[in-house]
């Protein structure tokens, strides 16, 4: 390895060297399942930490954990990677870990990933819980609303208390904000808290992922590898989708421009990649395409993986420089199409019929086509992928255990952090006004009350002067009223006292 490029295999073209100055042109991993996507990953991101340049990568099957460790020299698979490393043409390879940090949204496999309700924002909410254009609308009312009021959007619960408030206001909200309807916020409460259930819960709060902690180096100046724990994430797909998108974009927004640098700031990998444009709205994939067109310039390559390069639009597929193309199968029509159109996408080599060969690279081997130092896509090679030199698998629970007891981010996530924000403020307001009419009903029966005393006392005083006989008879019954009068008084009072207090500590 150079300080500008690392070796990813080697074919009869030669060995193929990924550029690091042309990594943040983007890139595509495909191939069918078994085919070796995943070690070629490994390879990749063994290569980019080497050179100094953080990863992320979510790990879908468990195996990507394995670069934490170095490969064990055990037979049959060391004789194998040995092998493999004397026909790339690999001289002193060695196993050896690399830097790993374990991330979880849900916090059992690695650090908690969180954001903010707010830094989601309203479009990618609106994507994770599939709202209709009507829904949307009332969602980002909601946002515009908690904006204008100065609330924060922080959890679950601050975006229900908001949604519940805009319900009980809608009449009002509607007359400044546009139309706000019952039944749409009565749905997107539905979908929270399906969304609940599922978890995402967990995603939303805070400490907030700081950006900083995913691009870092180690003290050997190698890149730092963040992996996603995502076996459990992948049983959520829209999710999981909507995590990763959001990720991109803060990358995007918060990274300052650095031009075409000598080396990426952050590598980026996208695995199951056909999740984030499934069911997605044209509006959203012109986003994702506006994002990878430009977030080059803030010095991170991005680079999917998926099984078929048909999966990726084309605008966004025309974005991806270097690709790497594993089996695919040809059993139907459809797929032999498929293999016929991933085969077009390289640029031509005489001495290889790509489509053909498509259907015929056994494990571990691939079409590759990466770029040179002009920028432009080398002639296709079918290559044989380097060993890795970290373990081929995943981890023990012991061994991430102990991974992540050693990391340097995992007390700043450690533990979950409430502050006030719009869930506390609602409620509070509700509470307030809750007993201020708990203490005026108090307050209007007491009146009620004492009035009906007095015209009891009228009214007795009117008929003893009538019948002075039944002077005791009226006496006992005022001496009754006077009673009854008193007794609702300390009852007020005793209602005034306990509402006022809670009054008071609010």
């Given at each position: 390895?150079?300080?500008?490029?690392f070796?990813?295999?080697?074919?009869?073209?030669?060995?193929q060297?990924?550029?690091?100055?042309?990594?943040n042109r983007?890139?595509?991993?495909?191939?069918?399942?078994?085919?070796g996507?995943?070690?070629?990953?490994?390879?990749?991101?063994?290569g980019?930490?080497a050179?100094?340049?953080?990863?992320?990568?979510?790990?879908?099957?468990?195996?990507?954990?394995?670069?934490?460790?170095?490969?064990s020299?055990?037979?049959?698979?060391h004789?194998?990677?040995?092998?493999?490393?004397?026909e790339?043409?690999?001289?002193?390879?060695a196993?050896?870990?690399?830097?790993?940090?374990?991330?979880?949204l849900?916090?059992?496999?690695?650090?908690?990933?969180?954001?903010?309700?707010s830094?989601?924002?309203?479009?990618?909410?609106?994507?994770?819980?599939?709202l209709?254009?009507?829904?949307?609308?009332?969602?980002?009312?909601?946002?515009?609303?908690?904006?204008?009021?100065?609330?924060?959007?922080?959890?679950?619960?601050?975006l229900?208390?908001?949604?519940?408030?805009?319900?009980?206001?809608?009449?009002?909200?509607?007359?400044?904000?546009?139309?706000?309807?019952?039944?749409?916020?009565g749905?997107?409460q539905?979908?929270?808290?399906?969304?609940?259930?599922?978890?995402?819960?967990?995603?939303?709060?805070?400490?907030?992922?700081?950006?900083?902690?995913?691009?870092r180096?180690?003290?050997?100046?190698r890149?730092?590898l963040?992996?996603?724990a995502?076996?459990r994430?992948?049983?959520?797909?829209?999710?999981?989708?909507t995590?990763?998108?959001?990720l991109?974009?803060?990358?995007?927004e918060?990274?300052?421009?650095?031009?075409?640098?000598?080396?990426p700031?952050?590598?980026?990998?996208?695995?199951?990649?056909?999740l984030?444009?499934?069911?997605?709205?044209?509006?959203?994939?012109?986003?994702?395409?506006?994002?990878?067109?430009?977030?080059?310039?803030?010095?991170?390559?991005i680079?999917?993986i998926?099984?078929?390069?048909?999966?990726i639009?084309?605008?966004?597929?025309?974005q991806l420089?270097?690709?790497?193309?594993?089996?695919?199968?040809?059993?139907?029509?459809r797929d032999?199409?498929?293999?016929?159109?991933?085969?077009?996408?390289?640029?031509?080599?005489?001495?290889?019929?790509?489509?053909?060969?498509?259907?015929?690279?056994?494990?571990?081997?691939?079409?590759?086509?990466?770029l040179?130092?002009?920028?432009?896509?080398?002639p296709v090679?079918?290559?044989?992928?380097?060993?890795?030199?970290?373990?081929?698998g995943?981890?023990?629970?012991a061994?991430r255990?102990?991974?992540?007891?050693?990391?340097?981010?995992?007390?700043?996530?450690?533990?979950?952090?409430?502050?006030?924000?719009?869930?506390?403020?609602?409620?509070?307001?509700?509470?307030?006004?809750?007993?201020?009419?708990?203490?005026?009903?108090?307050?209007?029966?007491?009146?009620?009350?004492?009035?009906?005393?007095?015209?009891?006392?009228?009214?007795?005083?009117?008929?003893?002067?009538?019948?002075?006989?039944?002077?005791?008879q009226?006496?006992?019954?005022?001496?009754?009223?006077?009673?009854?009068?008193?007794?609702?008084?300390?009852?007020?009072?005793?209602?005034r006292?306990?509402?006022?207090?809670?009054?008071?500590?609010?």
């Amino acid at each position: 390895m150079s300080d500008e490029a690392f070796l990813l295999g080697a074919g009869p073209g030669g060995p193929q060297q990924m550029l690091l100055r042309m990594a943040n042109r983007h890139g595509l991993i495909a191939g069918a399942t078994g085919t070796g996507k995943t070690i070629t990953l490994q390879n990749l991101a063994e290569g980019f930490s080497a050179a100094g340049v953080p990863v992320f990568a979510a790990d879908v099957k468990g195996d990507l954990a394995g670069l934490a460790m170095a490969g064990s020299a055990t037979a049959p698979i060391h004789d194998k990677l040995v092998e493999r490393a004397r026909e790339v043409g690999l001289t002193g390879f060695a196993y050896t870990d690399y830097p790993v940090v374990f991330w979880d949204l849900f916090g059992s496999q690695g650090h908690p990933v969180r954001t903010t309700v707010s830094e989601m924002g309203p479009l990618l909410l609106s994507r994770l819980m599939g709202l209709s254009e009507a829904q949307e609308g009332v969602l980002n009312i909601a946002f515009r609303y908690a904006d204008d009021q100065g609330l924060l959007l922080l959890n679950l619960d601050d975006l229900q208390s908001i949604l519940t408030f805009v319900a009980d206001n809608a009449t009002s909200l509607s007359a400044t904000y546009g139309n706000v309807t019952r039944p749409s916020v009565g749905s997107i409460q539905r979908e929270l808290l399906q969304l609940e259930s599922q978890g995402g819960d967990a995603f939303f709060g805070e400490p907030a992922l700081d950006l900083a902690d995913f691009i870092r180096s180690d003290e050997q100046g190698r890149g730092i590898l963040n992996i996603l724990a995502a076996d459990r994430l992948m049983t959520s797909p829209r999710l999981y989708a909507t995590f990763l998108l959001w990720l991109m974009s803060e990358l995007f927004e918060r990274l300052p421009e650095v031009g075409d640098a000598d080396r990426p700031k952050l590598v980026f990998f996208f695995d199951e990649a056909h999740l984030l444009f499934d069911d997605a709205p044209e509006g959203l994939v012109e986003k994702i395409e506006q994002v990878v067109r430009l977030i080059r310039s803030k010095g991170v390559g991005i680079f999917f993986i998926t099984q078929n390069p048909g999966d990726i639009p084309e605008n966004v597929a025309g974005q991806l420089g270097n690709r790497i193309q594993h089996a695919l199968r040809a059993f139907t029509p459809r797929d032999q199409k498929a293999v016929k159109a991933a085969a077009e996408t390289f640029r031509p080599n005489p001495a290889v019929d790509a489509e053909a060969a498509i259907t015929e690279l056994k494990t571990g081997e691939a079409l590759v086509s990466l770029l040179d130092e002009q920028g432009a896509p080398r002639p296709v090679d079918r290559v044989l992928i380097r060993p890795p030199a970290s373990r081929v698998g995943p981890l023990t629970a012991a061994e991430r255990a102990a991974v992540q007891v050693a990391s340097a981010v995992g007390e700043k996530y450690g533990a979950t952090v409430d502050r006030e924000s719009a869930h506390e403020i609602l409620s509070a307001r509700a509470e307030a006004v809750a007993a201020a009419a708990a203490q005026q009903q108090a307050a209007e029966l007491a009146e009620k009350e004492a009035e009906r005393a007095a015209r009891e006392v009228e009214r007795a005083e009117r008929e003893r002067r009538r019948n002075p006989s039944l002077q005791d008879q009226m006496m006992r019954q005022v001496g009754r009223s006077v009673q009854r009068q008193f007794a609702n008084r300390i009852a007020g009072q005793i209602v005034r006292g306990v509402l006022g207090s809670l009054f008071g500590r609010r």
